[in-house]
């Protein structure tokens, strides 16, 4: 039996089904969500657009996606009958899970790379294993949080293995400095931007002045460092007021406002009305 994905998290451990009901892909249309778990999704057919952590996708057939806890998401198109099998992990079963250090920072780093294409072969066999997991499932549906950790280790270090093979076949040259600046710069502002907003601080974490930053993110982006990480500010403020009934001062407080006003200001500076307004609207 198939089970629908909630708005943020699961209240099971681990979810497996095919498909994403409408009424799901509806409500990440209209504003975007913060995922407090990690979700694992194979497309089979059709194709979905969205954004995470604001950069644009088409998930394709046979594209894998490996949506990390704390990603910002919000889908804005599906066509051609989109087909998924889909896997979650509650934030609940990552919290006590215990799980080994390189496979948290695995988990950070593809926050910034989220979709790898399968061969076809990889392809029809993940979708194997997504069969056996969805009837094991159906068989034994309390199964022990050992054996649900052994499952999202086997996934995550096999396709870990696919984004090593995948850089070494499509990267035609090493990053340069400037690049891997602006990239490490865009992994920090996404482990820091709830409580950090200022360029003396990811200027420091990267070793290099303010000035250096700011103009290396500007030539490499096109967007300044405070662009950058206000937009994730804003996603992140939009989501909580839309999708939850946590009172405005308690998420002005989540992202290291000072006061309701401050974030009030802030908030309208950037969407053009205050955070009432935006919950209302």
């Known amino acids: 039996m198939e089970k629908e994905l909630p708005k943020l998290d699961v209240p099971d451990d681990f979810v497996v089904g095919t498909g994403i009901p409408e009424s799901i892909l ?37 594209d894998f996606v490996i949506l990390s806890p704390g990603s910002i998401l919000q889908l804005h198109r599906a066509e051609d009958d989109p087909q998924f099998y889909v896997m979650v992990f509650s934030s609940h079963f990552l919290a006590e899970a215990n799980l080994p250090k390189p496979v948290l920072n695995f988990l950070y780093t593809i926050k910034s790379v989220p979709l790898i294409h399968l061969p076809a ?56 400095r400037n690049e891997q600046i602006c990239k490490d710069f865009g992994h920090l502002v996404i482990q820091h931007y709830t409580h950090e907003r200022s360029i003396a601080f990811y200027a420091k974490k990267l070793g290099i002045t303010p000035t250096h930053l700011s103009n290396t993110v500007k030539q490499g982006t096109g967007r300044t460092v405070i662009q950058i990480i206000s937009a994730l500010v804003i996603n992140d403020a939009k989501a909580q007021l839309k999708s939850t009934d946590l009172p405005i001062n308690e998420i002005a407080e989540s992202l290291n406002f000072a006061n309701v006003s401050f974030f009030g200001k802030y908030f309208k500076r950037h969407v053009g009305m205050g955070p009432q307004a935006y919950r209302n609207s």
Do not use: S
């Open 26 to 62: 509806n409500l990440y249309k209209n504003y975007p969500c913060r995922l407090k778990a990690a979700v694992f999704i194979l497309c089979t057919n059709g194709q979905i657009e969205g954004t995470v952590n604001l950069n644009r996708y088409v998930v394709r057939k046979n």
């Open 121 to 176: 072969e990889y392809a029809e066999l993940y979708e194997g294993f997504f069969k056996l997991l969805i009837r094991a499932n159906e068989l034994n549906p309390d199964q022990t949080p050992e054996v649900t950790k052994g499952i999202m280790l086997a996934i995550l270090y096999r396709i870990k293995e696919l984004y090593r093979q995948q850089d070494q076949v499509t990267q035609e040259r090493p990053a340069t």
